[in-house]
C-alpha cells in the first residue's frame, strides 16, 4: 500500500471511532495507527506525530469517553478534523 493510501485509511479509521464508545477498543486502534505513523514519519520528530490529525482526532475521542473533553471552539481539533476529512478524499 502506498503512503497517501495508508494515510487515507488512517484518517477514516480516526474519523470512524468517533462514534466508538469502548475506550479499549479505541486505546488498541490509536497504537495501532500510531505504529503505523511512526513508520512513515521519516524521523519527523515526536512534534510531528503528536500534532498529527490523526493523533489529536484519537486524543480527542479518548477525551470524550474519559469524561475530560473541552468543548471550547479548540481551532487546532477542528482543524484537525478538517484535515482528516480532505485527507479521506483525496
Known amino acids: 500500500m502506498e503512503e497517501k493510501d495508508t494515510i487515507r485509511e488512517l484518517a ?3 474519523l470512524q471511532v468517533q462514534s466508538a464508545c469502548n475506550p ?3 486505546l488498541r ?3 495501532r495507527a500510531m505504529t503505523t ?3 512513515l514519519s521519516s524521523n519527523s520528530g515526536t ?3 503528536r ?3 490523526v493523533m489529536v482526532a484519537y486524543a480527542d475521542k479518548m477525551a470524550s469517553l ?12 477542528w482543524s484537525a478534523f478538517k484535515q482528516l476529512e ?3 478524499s483525496e
Open 66 to 77: 474519559c469524561g475530560v473533553q473541552s468543548l471550547s471552539s479548540d481551532s487546532a481539533i
Open 86 to 88: 480532505q485527507m479521506v
Open 24 to 26: 479499549s477498543g479505541v
Open 12 to 14: 477514516r479509521e480516526a
Open 47 to 49: 512534534t510531528w506525530l
Open 51 to 53: 500534532q498529527h490529525p
Open 29 to 31: 486502534s490509536w497504537m
Open 37 to 39: 505513523l511512526q513508520s
